[in-house]
């Protein structure tokens, strides 16, 4: 018998999603011991979490209980800190789980799905699992969204259109005139708000206007709860109804939402991690900005997006296959070597770029002595 007669030809056509790896991999990996490793590479934050959070997990008595399907007590803290009613919002292991939920509720086999490379991958990956098709419409050489392309691309399979804003990898926003101008299309116009606790550029209010609007959010990123999987979404209530009826009963596991309440019960000291990141951007896009060999983008985020340029002459340093093949490829592989982990893209429209998590200024040093290293001096 042939396996692979049975499964879904989708899923035997399609590539698989480029995941990062844990610390205790990468250090084995390496032979660089975890605590010499500087880990910029997830857009994870290098602060860790609010330290009530090991409190709470360590005193939490039930785990041997089912959490709750309905999200009840989670839904209301969210609702007291996002402002907006507990029937718009719905919470998932990780907003990922709810880009799949989102899929599974709108999709039927060859709909489509807008996705504006470069852009987060797990768009394009669960559009496929879900049997759509994806329309891919390019962003412009600043990564600027084409939004005349975008809309000559709809038609009546089209059900739904993803943006991240800030957009990760690329690190700039969308504006409120062009999220409009989607919004009246009557398409499900999903923006992924990440990171917009670095951005401070909500768009979340035209929920109320627009009941094809939906906002995704994360505790991974500013929170520093990446590991525990949760996030939420803020949708029209008549999309709640229904979201709530497919999802998985358990989808938000009991030490995630403990975590998460624990977290909403130290905003203050997570804010002043969060202002310690946009501080620590800065500096790090100016110190970036000083070596020749890359091209630096601005960013609204915790990371930062740079292109190596094609003159780059990287040190050669070991036997590996990994010493040629694309720049941004090899500088990686130097890095990594040091021990200091960032993300590299050869992808369409992302040839020879580098992307840099922002850490704590001890971690800007390391990158930024690690980058000078990985070049030949001429
Ligand atoms: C990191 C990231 C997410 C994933 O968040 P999880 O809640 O950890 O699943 C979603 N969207 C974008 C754009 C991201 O970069």
Same mark, same amino acid.
């Given at each position: 018998m042939r396996i692979e007669e049975l499964i879904r030809a989708e899923v035997m056509?399609?590539?698989?999603?480029?995941? #990062?790896?844990?610390?205790?991999?990468?250090?084995?990996?390496?032979k660089v011991s975890t605590d010499n490793i500087v880990k910029l590479d997830g857009n994870e934050n290098l602060y860790g979490c609010?330290?009530?959070?090991?409190?709470?997990?360590?005193?939490?008595?039930?785990?041997?209980?089912?959490?709750?399907?309905?999200?009840?007590?989670?839904?209301?803290?969210?609702?007291?800190?996002?402002? /907006?009613?507990?029937?718009?919002?719905?919470?998932?292991?990780?907003?990922d789980d709810l880009i799949d939920l989102i899929l599974r509720l709108f999709i039927n086999p060859g709909d489509k799905v807008i996705n504006c490379p470069p852009t987060f991958g797990m768009y394009p990956f669960s559009t496929r699992i879900c049997g759509g098709e994806v329309i891919n419409i390019s962003?412009?050489?600043? !990564? =600027?969204?084409? *939004?005349?392309?975008? *809309?000559?691309?709809?038609?009546?399979?089209?059900?739904?259109? /993803?943006?991240?804003?800030?957009?990760?990898?690329?690190? =700039?926003?969308?504006? #409120?005139?062009? #999220?409009?101008?989607?919004?009246?299309?009557?398409?499900?116009?999903?923006?992924?708000?990440?990171?917009?606790?670095?951005?401070?550029?909500?768009?979340a209010g035209m929920i109320f206007k627009y009941n094809n609007m939906i906002v995704l959010?994360? !505790?991974?990123?500013w929170a520093g709860l990446a590991g525990l999987r949760i996030g939420y979404g803020l949708f029209p209530t008549e999309i709640v109804?229904?979201?709530?009826?497919?999802?998985?009963?358990?989808?938000?596991n009991v030490? @995630?939402?403990?975590?998460?309440? @624990?977290?909403?019960?130290?905003?203050?000291?997570?804010?002043?991690n969060i202002t310690k990141i946009i501080i620590e951007r800065e500096r790090l896009f100016s110190k970036l900005k000083e070596i020749q060999w890359l091209n630096t983008y601005p960013s609204s985020?915790? !990371?930062?997006?740079?292109?190596?340029?094609?003159?780059?002459?990287?040190?050669?340093?070991?036997?590996?296959?990994? =010493?040629?093949?694309?720049?941004?490829?090899?500088?990686?592989?130097?890095?990594?070597?040091?021990?200091? !982990? *960032?993300?590299? /893209?050869?992808?369409p429209g992302l040839e020879n770029f580098i992307r840099i998590t922002v850490g704590r200024p001890e971690d800007t040093d390391r990158v930024v002595k690690a980058l000078t290293e990985v070049v030949k001096n001429v």
């Open positions: 056509d399609m590539v698989g999603y480029t995941p #990062i790896e844990p610390l205790d991999i990468l250090s084995k990996q390496t609010s330290p009530k959070v090991n409190v709470a997990l360590g005193k939490y008595p039930y785990f041997n209980i089912y959490p709750d399907p309905e999200q009840r007590v989670l839904r209301l803290a969210l609702e007291k800190y996002t402002g /907006f009613n507990s029937q718009q919002i719905v919470c998932g292991s990780g907003s962003r412009d050489r600043d !990564f =600027n969204l084409d *939004i005349r392309g975008i *809309i000559k691309a709809m038609d009546d399979r089209t059900k739904v259109i /993803f943006l991240a804003s800030p957009n990760n990898p690329t690190g =700039n926003c969308v504006s #409120i005139e062009e #999220i409009t101008e989607l919004l009246d299309t009557e398409k499900i116009v999903v923006v992924d708000e990440a990171y917009v606790d670095f951005s401070n550029n909500s768009m959010r994360t !505790f991974s990123k109804r229904y979201l709530m009826k497919i999802k998985q009963p358990y989808n938000a030490a @995630a939402q403990t975590a998460v309440l @624990a977290s909403l019960e130290d905003i203050e000291y997570l804010r002043n985020a915790n !990371f930062i997006l740079c292109s190596v340029q094609k003159d780059a002459n990287i040190v050669v340093n070991g036997s590996s296959e990994l =010493n040629k093949g694309p720049l941004a490829r090899q500088v990686w592989y130097q890095m990594r070597m040091k021990g200091v !982990f *960032i993300r590299y /893209f050869d992808t």
